[in-house]
């Protein structure tokens, strides 16, 4: 399986990888999963919406296909050999299934979701649930809208690749996000931001780099917001930030209250919105039904944990949002530089 690409300019590799890269052969492929990371890949068609033409063009048989998905939006299926699949929508470059291979689905969609998309401007809100961006603003903003425009932005694709190990057909999608006459209303910078998900059998891993392609240095604050599907909220648990600083900002988001986690396991009894600062790259959600899911990162330096509570009477007690956030120390780029960051999920029983 050949990956569907052409190369660009712009972002390189740095930090780690979560699985050594394995040499590849055969016209058109990188020698390693790393040195392909240096080939963001871009191509004029990908901003068409003609969902069978973007299938034809970067589809791989039985790895990677377009499709219409969530609301009849086009949608990038990666489906892996061991039966795990996982989908990401263009609009938002939101990822809104990840399923096991028993078939078993592990995010969690609002109700509300299709409600927005099926409206008079289904564009005009982000998708509600799954695993959307905040770029470039993690929460609210004089200068945009709540956690920015990156949600709520039409990503182009830039390329699908597949794993030519029969072991290890490891089907990935990158998608672009630039600068435009959009973004540049709220926000006057040139940026390239690059996002890719893959699944490495049953985990969904996801890797973000963001460029800074102007003349001027910027500031950013990010994060994925990862709903999670839990058996019930009352019965759900968060381990790994026992003794971390948080702000909690439950009672007043704008100016919340600074705490210490004193808790071994996170709990919920009522609304809550904790972010952990400078947390530990690892955390995992007890999800009640004898499993958990693991999140585990790099260069993400917070943890945010959110749930509405009865704010949302339809759904709060099914989901609970376990975040990577990059909120206490923003990112600073000058003119060339780029960020990148990882994370991946996991389930695994208890």
């Known amino acids: ?112 979701a299709l409600q927005i998309l099926a409206g008079p401007d289904p564009k005009s809100k982000p998708i509600s649930g799954g695993i959307p961006h905040c770029f470039p603003q993690f929460g609210p903003s004089a200068a945009m809208q709540q956690h920015g425009f990156a949600r709520n932005s039409d990503w182009s694709i830039a390329a699908t690749s597949a794993d030519p190990q029969p072991d290890d057909q490891d089907p990935e999608v990158t998608l672009v996000l630039r600068d435009n006459e959009y973004t540049r209303k709220m926000w006057p910078h040139a940026f390239e931001v690059a996002y890719s998900v893959s699944l490495h059998g049953e985990l969904l891993q996801a890797d973000m780099r963001v460029q800074n392609t102007g003349d001027k240095p910027f500031e950013f604050t990010a994060a994925l917001h990862s709903y999670i599907e839990v058996s019930d909220v009352a019965e759900a648990k968060v381990r790994g930030l026992k003794g971390l600083e948080y702000l909690d900002k439950v009672a007043d988001p704008s100016n919340p209250t600074k705490k210490k986690e004193e808790r071994e396991e996170v709990t919920f009894d009522g609304p809550t919105d904790s972010v952990y600062l400078k947390a530990r790259d690892y955390v995992e959600l007890d999800v009640g039904t004898g499993a958990a899911v693991t999140v585990t990162t790099n260069k993400w330096s917070d943890v945010v944990v959110w749930s509405p509570w009865t704010a949302m009477p339809d759904c709060y007690r099914q989901f609970v949002c376990v975040e990577s956030a990059q909120f206490s120390t923003p990112v600073s780029l000058k003119p060339g530089e780029f960020w990148r960051s990882q994370a991946e999920w996991s389930v695994m029983d208890l």
């Open 1 to 112: 399986m050949r990956p569907r690409c052409a190369p660009v300019a712009g972002l390189g590799t740095q930090q780690r990888s979560f699985r050594a890269p394995r040499a590849r052969t055969g016209p058109g492929h990188t020698n390693s999963r790393a040195a392909r990371h240096h080939q963001i890949v871009t191509a004029a068609a990908a901003a068409d919406t003609d969902i069978a033409a973007l299938n034809d063009q970067f589809g791989i048989p039985g790895r990677v296909e377009v499709v219409a998905g969530l609301g009849g939006l086009p949608t990038v299926q990666l489906k892996h050999a061991c039966g795990a699949s996982a989908e990401v929508t263009l609009f938002g470059a939101c990822v809104t299934s990840w399923k096991q291979a028993s078939g078993d689905e592990v995010l969690f969609m609002r109700p509300d």
